[in-house]
């Protein structure tokens, strides 16, 4: 809906309602269209503002009209009859003007933003282009490299830029309607001419063709696959070389090809599961709405390596008063300059002060008897945690708050060690933790919904999505990271090599296979995780057969490499050679090609050709498998919790929608036939078995996803 009043006698205003963001539903457009047009008839009216309720002008086009018939006036031709008009229009920009709501602002002949207010063409963000005219008129305004950088990254800009680029002619600190009121008074009755945007002759830049061609460069690769910002640069082109009206109509084009893809669906689709996941619940049924979260003022982090010195990072950009502890005198002074460093880099990014005075270190324990919430990042050893939550439950003043960091330990045994397990949740974040954007918030069977709603609000005021999930070994992201690279491993046995694995994951769009992320992340890591399950032993444990453990096939072929004293990048080996320890290009090793030789010989594996389609089938489909049992299990609430955990976690292309999403587009019934014929061929690897919630869904007739909690819920009912 759009509100009409006449204001200060001669200004027309029209107020854009649709709460929360005033998106430009059919209704909005509709009622645009007739107050514009009731404002240019009446007489008394000399010149008109446009602004939206409620301190935001307009979030863009209604996502969610996109999936069904789009009714009502279009856009392009609404944006048209504003930019025609012979009464002068401005467009009064508070909180946001994204996507269509910037489109309609650069329609208006003035713009007068608020200083607070932000602007953006997000719409590649979501697999589309800006297709009411952005991609036409931007260039027009601000010239073509800026515009490309805009409308390629779909990035925000503050007012100040905005000023700055051109795209607003004032800012205002005060009432921007006030603002825009009287400055559509002062410009009544001036020529319009010069203020029509799609009349601007395109700035041409002398080097046109090298331009295009290094933006086009830059953005396949940033891309990974993603067609959008290709797109966007195809739109750009056409508004640099060709008149206003052919223009648009490329414009169009390009978009009508973008709008049915399924790349948009998907990027659609993690739009609102990025949002859907704030809401939780878990199995006992408390709610994100019911439960209520406490304030944390002053937090504790136990143990600065890798993952403490992160969070501290993290947790003192975020306002908070840090303690920060540390056994070791050497790994103390490192993680000072560390975390000081960070700090720095950081604040000098955002223009801010560091934060460094909100923490205080120490190497005593002790220090953290009254914070609101400790976290623990001990080294992975269940024995040195739980002696780690004894003492902070004798410690801590009653009433703190108990993390820990833990990848993948039992979140409820060090509850156990407590005398309030309630107050216990796993907060386990990803490496580096104050630049990852994901949260798992792990519960156990006795953690309070008070305690995860006191982490999930923490991890949201650090800027984290924030998922809760169920406590098991792994809990969501890394157990359904097993199975994934179990397949990678026995698909090296079987004649493939990491290079071939590596490259079919990233044109898949992982930005690292797994090999290589292997070799970043550090062999030893998941060495030391089978050493401490039994799993591995030189020489295999006694017994057993090289490739069998506990009764299903094995591939020891990553602790073959680490008792080489290969743990990836740190040492300059692993799945590839390096220059130097710490160095990041990987190079292809011979010797790793004839290890692999060297070890089918001795087992009596013969090679044979492993194409792209079977690498990603057998990774992808083993992990997609795992996520069903994940949700059979309970220990997501539904499947985009898991999505969320692989796009912001493990880097699975958004474009791809997350793991559970990807299943649905490439069809059920299909992940479900592969899975047994894989699961025929090797009978020995039970995360090729399809799990019975897939089976459940291929009978139900494969629902959308939208759908399959019900599928589950019954599921559960009859168990
Ligand atoms: C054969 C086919 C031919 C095809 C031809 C097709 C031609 C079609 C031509 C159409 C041309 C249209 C071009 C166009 O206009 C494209 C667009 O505008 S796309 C939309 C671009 N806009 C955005 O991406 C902005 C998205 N929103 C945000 O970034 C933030 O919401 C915002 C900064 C505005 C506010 O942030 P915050 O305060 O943090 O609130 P939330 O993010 O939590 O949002 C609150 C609530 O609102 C929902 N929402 C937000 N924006 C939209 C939206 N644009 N549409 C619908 N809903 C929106 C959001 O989901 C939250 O609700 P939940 O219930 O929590 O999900
Ligand atoms: N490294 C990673 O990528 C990730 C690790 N994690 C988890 O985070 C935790 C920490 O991992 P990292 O930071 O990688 O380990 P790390 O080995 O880099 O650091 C552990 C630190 O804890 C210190 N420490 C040991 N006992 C202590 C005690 N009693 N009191 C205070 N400090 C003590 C050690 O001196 C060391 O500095 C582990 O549980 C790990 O599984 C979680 C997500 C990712």
Not at 99 to 113: D, F, K, S
Not at 251 to 262: D, N, P, Q, R, V
Not at 629 to 644: K, N, W
């Amino acid at each position: 809906m759009a509100k009409y009043s006449r204001v200060s006698g001669s200004v027309g205003l029209i107020t854009l309602q649709n709460p929360p963001v005033n998106a430009l539903s059919a209704a909005v457009r509709q009622g645009i269209v007739d107050t514009v047009e009731r404002a240019l008839s009446d007489p008394k009216v000399k010149s008109v503002v446009i602004c939206g309720q409620n301190g935001i002008f307009c979030g863009g086009a209604d996502i969610k009209e996109f999936g069904s018939n789009m009714s009502g006036p279009p856009l392009v031709p609404m944006i048209h009859a504003i930019e025609a008009a012979n009464k002068p229009v401005v467009a009064a920009i508070e909180g946001s003007a994204l996507g269509g709501g910037l489109e309609l602002a650069l329609g208006c002949h003035y713009r007068i933003a608020h200083s607070k207010a932000r602007l953006g063409l997000p719409e590649v963000t979501l697999g589309l282009l800006p297709a009411a005219g952005g991609t036409q008129r931007l260039p027009r305004l601000i010239g073509v490299p800026a515009a490309l950088d805009l409308i390629t990254t779909g990035r925000h800009v503050t007012a100040a830029e905005a000023l700055q680029l051109g795209v607003v002619d004032q800012v205002t600190d005060h009432s921007t309607v006030d603002a825009a009121v009287k400055f559509a008074q002062s410009v009544a009755g001036k020529p319009l001419d010069a203020r029509r945007i799609s009349t601007y002759p395109c700035p041409r830049p002398s080097d046109l063709d090298a331009l295009f061609e290094g933006v086009m460069e830059k953005v396949r690769q940033s891309a990974r696959g993603a067609i959008a910002p290709v797109a966007c640069v195809q739109a750009v082109r056409a508004a640099a070389t060709q008149p206003y009206t052919q223009g648009m109509e490329r414009e169009k084009e390009l978009m009508a090809t973008l709008f049915t893809s399924g790349q948009a669906r998907a990027l659609q689709y993690c739009f609102f599961a990025q949002r859907a996941v704030s809401r939780w619940s878990m199995p006992n049924g408390a709610r994100w709405d019911t439960s209520k979260p406490r304030p944390v003022h002053k937090a504790a982090v136990i143990g600065l390596g890798t993952m403490g010195r992160g969070i501290t990072v993290a947790l003192a950009q975020t306002g908070l008063s840090v303690i920060a502890v540390e056994t070791q005198e050497k790994q103390l002074m490192e993680a000072k300059q560390a975390v000081s460093g960070m700090l720095e880099r950081g604040a000098k990014r955002r223009g801010v002060a560091p934060a460094l005075d909100r923490i205080s270190y120490s190497r005593d324990i002790q220090a953290v008897a009254d914070v609101d919430l400790v976290i623990e990042a001990v080294f992975e050893d269940m024995g040195l945690k739980k002696k780690v939550f004894q003492q902070l439950a004798s410690i801590c003043r009653p009433g703190t708050f108990l993390c820990t960091n833990t990848s993948a330990l039992d979140v409820d045994h060090l509850a156990s060690q407590t005398h309030n397990p309630e107050l216990v949740v796993g907060m386990h974040f990803f490496a580096p933790a104050h630049v990852m954007k994901l949260l798992e918030v792990v519960y156990g069977p006795r953690s309070s919904p008070q305690a995860v709603a006191t982490a999930m609000q923490l991890g949201k005021k650090m800027g984290k999505i924030s998922v809760a999930v169920g406590n098991c070994p792994g809990f969501v992201g890394n157990r359904m990271l097993k199975p994934y690279m179990e397949q990678a491993f026995f698909l090296l046995e079987e004649g493939a090599t990491p290079e071939l694995v590596d490259r079919a994951l990233e044109e898949f769009g992982f930005p690292m296979g797994v090999f290589r992320m292997s070799d970043l992340s550090g062999l030893d890591v998941g060495w030391r995780v089978r050493k401490g399950d039994g799993l591995s032993e030189p020489g295999a444990p006694s017994g057993q057969p090289a490739r069998i453990r506990q009764g299903r096939r094995y591939s020891p072929l990553g602790d073959l490499l680490c008792e080489q004293g290969r743990f990836g990048q740190k040492t300059g080996r692993g799945w590839y050679q390096y220059n130097k320890p710490g160095s990041r290009v990987a190079r292809s090793d011979p010797w790793l090609h004839s290890f692999l030789e060297g070890y089918r010989a001795r087992h009596g594996l013969v090679a044979r050709r492993i194409d792209n389609q079977e690498v990603l089938e057998r990774c992808l489909y083993a992990l997609i498998n795992e996520g069903f049992r994940i949700l059979e299990d309970g220990i997501a609430a539904g499947p985009e919790d898991i999505d969320m955990i692989y796009v912001f976690g493990y880097g699975w292309p958004r474009h791809r929608g997350g793991p559970m999403f990807y299943a649905g587009m490439v069809g059920l019934g299909k992940v479900l036939e592969r899975l047994e014929h894989y699961h025929q061929a090797h009978p020995d690897v039970p995360y090729l078995k399809p799990c019975s919630l897939l089976w459940r869904l291929v009978a139900s007739g494969s629902p959308p996803l939208h759908k399959w909690r019900e599928v589950i819920k019954k599921l559960h009912s009859q168990l």
